[in-house]
C-alpha cells in the first residue's frame, strides 16, 4: 500500500510538469518514447537475462505494451481533443475496468470490489466534474481505450506474478517491461511523430529525463510492485487518488484555482470506499516475490 500511495504523490507532480511544460509544445510521441528509453536504460544493468521464466518475460512485456506504450501514447493524444478537466473526469472510470478484468482473470465476481470501485468513480468524478464540451466523442475514446490499458496492465501483472513465482527480484526482470512498451512506441514515433516539435529548452529536457526516469523508470516499478501487495478492490480505488492529489499539488505550487470543499468531500467519498472495501471484502491480498 506504501508503493501505491508514494507513487500517487510522485505521478501528482509529473502530471502538473506535462500540462504546464510540455502538452502542446513537445510531440507526444516523441515525449513517450523518450520515457521509454529512459526508463528501460534505468533497468537495463539490473535485468536479468538467463533463469527467468519465459512466461514471465512475455506477459512483463505484454504488461509494458499496455501500460507505457497504448496508455501512455493514447492519453498525449487526447489533450488534442479534450480540456485538463475533461481528462481528469474521463479517467474515473480506472477502477471499474481493475475490477472488472481482475475478476474475469480469477473466473469470479466480487460485488464489494465493484461498490468500492464505483464509489471511488463517484467521488473523483465529484471533484472533477466542470462539465463537458459538445464535441468530445474522440477524445473519451481514447482516454477510454487508455484506462482499458492501464487497468489491463496493473492487473495483468499481479496476476502474472502470483502464477509464475519465482525467487527472482521483481527488479531483475522488470527491464523486459520498458521492452515491451519500446515495441509500439517506436514505431509510433516513426509514422506520427512531428519532429518540428522537439523539445527546445534545458527545462523541457530536464522534465523529460526526470519523466523517463523517476515517473516511469521508479514511479510504474513500484506501482505494479505495489499491485502486487493489495486486493483488486484496493488498487482500484488507488487508481482514483490521484486527482484529488493532482488537484494539490496544482494548488500549492502552481496556484491553480481549486474549490476545496469540493475537493474535500470528493476525496472523503474515496477514502470510504477504501473502508468498504477493507471491511466487507473477503479477499485475500496478493502477496508476491520482492
Known sequence: MQYLIFVTFLWAFSFSLIDVY????????????????LAGLLFL?????????????????????LMIGITY??????????????????????????????????KRFSPIALIAALLAVLGAGYIRYDGITGSFLT?????????????AGQTGYAN????????????????????????ITLPSFLIFGNTAMMPETTLQWGILLWLGL????????????????????????????????????????????????????GGAVILLSLWVNHRFSKRGSVVATI
Not at 22 to 37: E, N, Q, Y
Not at 92 to 98: A, F, G, R
Not at 164 to 181: C, E, K, L, N, S
Not at 236 to 244: G, S
Open 22 to 37: 510540455l502538452a502542446g509544445k513537445v510531440d507526444g510521441d516523441f515525449a513517450v518514447l523518450t520515457r521509454v528509453i
Open 45 to 65: 544493468p539490473l535485468t536479468r537475462w538467463n533463469g527467468v521464466p519465459g512466461k514471465l518475460k512475455l506477459g512483463t512485456m505484454a504488461v509494458g505494451t
Open 73 to 106: 501514447l493514447c492519453l498525449y493524444r487526447s489533450f488534442l481533443y479534450l480540456t485538463v478537466p475533461e481528462v481528469l473526469l474521463f479517467t474515473v472510470t480506472t477502477p471499474l475496468y481493475v475490477s472488472l478484468i481482475d475478476d474475469a482473470l480469477n
Open 139 to 151: 477524445g473519451f475514446i481514447l482516454i477510454q481505450t487508455a484506462n482499458l490499458a492501464f487497468a
Open 160 to 183: 502474472l506474478v502470483r502464477r509464475f513465482p519465482t525467487d527472482i527480484p521483481q527488479h531483475r526482470f522488470f527491464g523486459y517491461f520498458f521492452a515491451g512498451g519500446l515495441l
Open 214 to 265: 523517476g515517473a516511469s523508470g521508479v514511479g510504474l516499478f513500484l506501482w505494479n510492485k505495489g499491485a502486487t501487495r493489495v486486493d483488486a478492490g484496493t488498487l482500484a480505488i488507488m487508481n482514483n487518488m490521484l486527482i484529488p492529489a493532482g488537484i494539490l499539488v496544482n494548488l500549492l505550487f502552481w496556484n491553480k484555482e481549486a474549490d476545496l470543499l469540493r475537493l474535500a468531500i
